[in-house]
Structure formats: structure tokens, C-alpha cells
């Protein structure tokens, strides 16, 4: 059996909408749904609270957890990880944005995948944005000395290209393929495999967590699959990247640096230019 974790924050309608479309492509699935809200405006979460109300009675019905304050994506999709942590018959734990819509059963071929491959550590479908477009975040490599210079600095502007993105020609086609980070806003992986990496870290308040996560599991021998065949759609995608507010910059920033400082193995000089050069940027 699969848990669901959906993170809601401010975006009842959204999650709701979520919901009606897993209930209805993945009608009579075996899995449970674990709604964490994130501390949301009393508003957002009163209409949330009765948007759950429709699916009492049903088997699979939402288990809302309130946090007390928003700790993060980290902090927030943990809550839902520890709330299947105690259910002893829930093998998988899927974790998803709140702003994306299913329009197949993807739930069944990444159980499948994961009971055949136990060398894989993640899985996940092709996450397509509102366009139509695949959404690049399901192609990711780690990030190498260079990207991470290049987001730090403005050296893209003089058309150097960081290299972290597998082109995306052709993917469609294909029955499986192996990345090295999962795209955050729709990735399964076994619930064993994820507590003992120690859930997602939670000294990352927004960005990053995907790439950590992906290193703890690479250093665990486990693989990154994306499942082509099986798609989801991601109504969000890109949308905090191409409009950044400085509160967004300022948590890109905070989790920039920690993740030089413990992930990234640049030498520490190199590390306070970095800092340096992002810390500017936000003035």
C-alpha cells in the first residue's frame, strides 16, 4: 500500500482539486491519503477542512495533519512521513505538490517498478507543466561545481549554460530513465529506504531538498527513475523561478548555503564567494 502526502499552504482549492483527480483516476487503489496542512490563514484552511468532508465514508478517506507553524516543504511533507511511519501495512510513501492533477493511474506501475527493482531508491512519472511542456525538473543530473557557480553569480548571462538537465527529445518514447535527482512535486520511494536516510532534510526551508535527498541515496547504492510512459500534470512548475519575490530568494539563499556548506565539497573559500555573491544579490 501506497501513503499520499500532499503539502497544502495557502492553496485549499488547488489541493482540493488534487484530490478529485487522484480519486478519480485511481478509483478503488489501496492507498492512504495524508493531507498536511502547513500552517495556512484560517480561511484557506476552514475551506480545506470542508472540501475533506466529501470524501468521509470512502476507503481511502484524507487524514488532515495541522502544523503548528510553516517549517518548509522539508519539515511539512515529514509530518505526513511520520504519520505513516506507525502504519505497518504501507509499504510506499508518494510524495506530491498540492498544485498537480492526475489524469492516469500512476500509483500502480511505480508500485510495480519498485517491487521489481529493489536497487531503485525513487521513482517517479513525467511531470508535464500547465503548457504542455515537460516540466525539466524530471530530468535533472546533480548539480556540478559550474552550475552551482553560475546560480550564484551572473555568468549565464554571458552565455555560459549550466549543464545539469538531460535534453528531453525523445523521452517520451522511452520505458524508463535514469536521472539523478526526482522532481519534488510527484516522487515515490519505499518507506523503509526513506526513514533510514532520515526522511527529507529539514534545514532547508524551500529548494535543495530533492538534491539532497538524491545524494543520501546515491550513497545508499540506490537508483533515480523517471517512468516516461506514466505522466502528471504540474500546474506550478516554474512559476516561482520565473517570478521570484525576495522572501523566495531569500529561502533559495538560505538553502543555497547550507547546501554548499554540507553537500556541495567546493573548498571553503570558494564557498564564501558564493555566499558572498548571493548575499549582494539580495540587497
Not at 90 to 97: E, G, H, P, R, S
Amino acid at each position: 500500500m501506497t501513503g499520499i502526502i500532499i503539502l497544502n499552504f495557502n492553496n485549499s482549492s488547488q489541493t482540493l482539486k488534487c484530490l478529485n483527480s487522484l480519486y478519480t483516476y485511481c478509483n478503488g487503489r489501496n492507498y492512504r491519503v495524508c493531507v498536511v496542512d502547513n500552517a495556512s490563514e484560517e480561511k484557506q484552511l476552514n475551506l480545506l477542512v470542508e472540501g475533506l468532508k466529501a470524501y468521509k465514508g470512502r476507503g481511502s478517506e484524507p487524514h488532515l495533519v495541522i502544523a503548528e507553524h510553516n517549517g518548509g516543504y522539508a519539515r511539512g511533507n515529514n509530518l505526513g512521513c511520520y504519520f505513516f511511519e506507525g502504519e505497518s501495512d504501507v509499504d510506499n510513501i508518494l510524495i506530491l505538490n498540492d498544485d498537480t492533477l492526475f489524469s492516469m493511474d500512476i500509483i500502480t506501475p511505480m508500485e510495480e517498478y519498485l517491487i521489481a527493482h529493489p536497487e531503485c531508491g525513487v521513482v517517479f512519472p513525467l511531470v508535464i507543466s500547465k503548457d504542455g511542456c515537460i516540466d525539466i525538473a524530471c530530468v535533472r543530473r546533480q548539480k556540478s561545481s559550474l552550475d552551482l557557480i553560475l546560480q550564484a553569480t551572473s555568468l549565464g548571462k554571458l552565455g555560459v549554460k549550466r549543464k545539469e538537465f538531460l535534453p528531453t527529445e525523445g523521452v517520451e518514447t522511452l520505458d524508463e530513465l535514469r536521472t539523478e535527482v526526482p522532481p519534488g512535486s510527484c516522487m515515490m520511494l519505499p518507506k523503509d529506504i526513506f526513514k533510514k536516510i532520515g526522511w527529507l532534510d529539514p534545514n532547508t526551508f524551500l529548494y535543495f531538498e530533492e538534491h539532497i535527498l538524491a545524494r543520501k541515496l546515491k550513497e545508499e547504492g540506490l537508483t533515480c527513475v523517471l517512468l516516461p510512459k506514466i505522466r502528471i500534470v504540474h500546474i506550478g512548475a516554474g512559476t516561482t523561478n520565473s517570478h521570484p519575490s525576495k522572501t523566495i530568494y531569500r529561502h533559495w539563499r538560505n538553502s543555497f548555503k547550507y547546501y554548499l556548506e554540507r553537500y556541495s565539497g567546493l573548498p571553503v573559500p570558494l564557498i564564501w564567494c558564493l555566499e558572498f555573491r548571493t548575499w549582494l544579490k539580495s540587497l
